[in-house]
């Protein structure tokens, strides 16, 4: 069993900068393949951000392309998603997913086993 717990999350202007962590409770973190998705009120659950095993190679929804940046720190057991040049349209709660049998950057969430339970997000105009 692994324990994702997300953080980082609150409000912030258009254009100002947060970033998340996701915090793992296994030590074989390290092998996971790591995702970020988001969820807005009365909408589905969208992929964000994706990285592999490896921390090198990464894949992004198009909307977040070059304002979000997802990193990891295998000795920390922590994922993080750097977002910057935020818009309201980014406002969600934000969760993080491990893949412990995914190869490469997973982008759906049939292909994750664990979840943290999101932190909100709110971006005013």
């Known amino acids: 069993q692994v324990q994702l717990v997300e953080s980082g999350g609150g409000l912030v202007q258009a254009g100002g900068s947060l970033r998340l962590s996701c915090a793992a409770s296994?030590?074989?973190?390290?092998?996971?393949?790591m995702g970020w998705f988001r969820q807005a009120p009365g909408k589905e659950r969208e992929f964000v951000a994706a990285?592999?095993?490896?921390?090198?190679?990464?894949y992004y929804e198009d909307s977040v392309k070059g304002r979000f940046t997802i990193s990891r720190d295998n000795a920390k057991n922590t994922v993080y998603l750097q977002m910057n040049s935020l818009k309201p349209e980014d406002t969600a709660v934000y969760s993080c997913?491990?893949?412990?049998?995914?190869?490469?950057?997973?982008?759906?969430?049939?292909?994750?086993?664990?979840w943290g339970q999101g932190t909100q997000v709110t971006v005013s105009s």
């Open positions: 990285l592999r095993w490896n921390g090198y190679n990464t």
């Open positions: 997913a491990a893949s412990t049998r995914a190869w490469g950057t997973p982008s759906t969430s049939s292909e994750y086993e664990y």
């Open positions: 296994r030590r074989t973190f390290s092998s996971y393949a």
